[in-house]
């Protein structure tokens, strides 16, 4: 509890830590929406789509068929490079994040606010590794999503089976996230290489869950009561009103997983003490 607690200070030390990583984000996203909105100009795809708007979004009225005739074969060949890049540009832009975050909160544990330019240099420096990671992931993860689909398989539909063979597929993806939750930590806090992030973040993992279990409780259980207080806000006022409490809430946390579990891999590798960065350039 007591890093958590250190987390959430270093926050309000540094709330300036909050805005490279969502403004990207936000800015990313708006790119990505107008994309989307030129593809679907470009094609005349709403003009096609007009009377499935026109009839309340009902999918009985809605002739598919029709639809893709007035389309033409010439839209797929354009929708789907689309998707697999947009794929692509998922699979890059949440490397770049998450290596950017995790070097944000290393520099501002180690005294270093130049906020904008730790999170960039961060994400272009370990850009490369941080791609990696996520084929890594994926690749732990294809042998329990292909048991769990053979099994699935010769079950009935519905039944205590199905129940228990869900419940144990989502303990095992949670045993592959804890697995590799130090993995950040250890390569950009601690500089280590690709294999050596790898085997201390298995290394550290059940030390780590340990000393995170009561607080993630916590951490779920607090946020389990203000889900329910701005819903009982959004009830008795507007929805928007919640929705205004709520964004500032969610920004202020935005931080919190990248900065709690650098202070968790400084503890367990008895590395409490600030790491002064290499250099403290200016983005």
Known sequence: MKLLLESFRTINRNLGMIWPPVVTAIGLFLLFLISVFLLVAGTGIFLSFENFFS???????????????EIGPGFLLILIPFLLLSALLVW?????????????ASDVLSGNKTYWGSFFK???????????????????????????SIVTSFLPEDGAAVVTVTVLYVILMIVIEYLLLLFYPALID??????????TSFRLAWKAFLLTILPFIGLLILGGIVIFA??????????????ILGIPLILYISPLGSVWMTLVYRKLTHREEPVIPETFEEF
């Open 190 to 199: 601690g500089k280590e290489k690709f294999g050596q992030a790898l085997g």
């Open 230 to 243: 701005l819903i009982g806000i959004g009830y008795l006022t507007h929805p928007l009103v919640a929705v």
């Open 122 to 148: 961060g994400g272009f420096r370990y850009l490369g590794w941080s791609l990696v990671f996520g084929i890594v992931t994926f690749v732990m993860t294809i042998p329990i999503k292909i048991l769990n």
């Open 92 to 104: 890059v832009v949440t490397a770049f994040m998450s290596a950017g975050s995790y070097k944000l």
């Open 55 to 69: 009839s309340g979004f009902d999918p009985g009225s809605f002739d598919f068929e029709a639809i893709f005739d």
